[in-house]
């Protein structure tokens, strides 16, 4: 992987603060996980199919490359990665510790918020409950995410309406929030859970 291909996926991500810290730390990405990153990420089907056709001429492995021009196929026609690459991938999985579907690879994305932290999401505002949890040998790129309260809750005191307003935030999305942007009854929710959960 080189560091051109590697900043132009991360300016794709949606994260401000990932961006910065990435390319800052420029990771060290596998061809599998860069097409992880670019296909959660990328802007539209043309942005993501154009990536996915560089990343398959950046490998000598002959699975990767028909993995990779597969999926290229597939988003052009249909937007997504479909049946096609499916097959491919299917046939080349060897244990079932890796995952199920292909572009799901873990990537060890730094972990930039913590318990008691707010962050903006698509969803609005919301209260990191934890950190994400990464089970050996179990886990794929849908694990990479925060565990979060959103901050609309009803009432962050009641168990099942902090269950109801839960979301599982991926590490791509989750961005910076001050305090300052919430409304008066977000800060209180904010308050009233960092006491809950003892995160002061």
């Known amino acids: 992987m080189n560091e051109h291909i590697t900043q132009k996926i991360i300016t794709s991500i949606p994260s401000a603060i990932m961006r910065d810290y990435l390319s800052e730390h420029m990771p060290k990405w596998t061809i599998m996980q860069a097409a992880t990153i670019i296909c959660e990420s990328g802007k539209n089907r043309r942005h993501k199919a154009d990536i996915l056709s560089e ?7 002959e ?3 028909a993995l ?5 196929n597939d988003i052009i026609k249909k937007g997504y990665v479909d049946e096609a690459t499916h ?3 299917s046939s080349h999985r060897t244990s079932q510790n890796e995952p199920k579907y292909p572009f799901i690879e873990i990537c060890n994305l730094p972990v930039l918020f913590h318990p ?11 209260f990191v409950e934890s950190e994400p949890y990464l089970p050996d ?9 925060y565990l979060t309260i959103l901050l ?13 307003s839960h979301e599982h935030i991926p590490l791509l999305e989750a961005d910076y929030a001050s305090k300052n942007d919430l409304t008066d009854t977000q800060r ?9 959960f003892q995160y002061m």
Do not use: H, W
Request: proline letters at 2%; glycine letters at 4%.
């Open 55 to 61: 990343l398959s001429t950046m490998t000598d492995n």
């Open 63 to 65: 699975y990767e490359q």
């Open 68 to 72: 990779l021009r597969t999926a290229v």
């Open 87 to 89: 097959k491919i991938y």
């Open 116 to 126: 008691g932290d707010v962050i903006y999401c698509k969803s609005g505002y919301a």
């Open 137 to 145: 040998g179990r886990s794929d790129f849908s694990d990479e995410c």
């Open 152 to 164: 609309s809750c009803k009432d962050p005191l009641n168990e099942d309406e902090r269950f109801i």
């Open 188 to 196: 209180n929710n904010l308050k009233l859970l960092r006491e809950q």
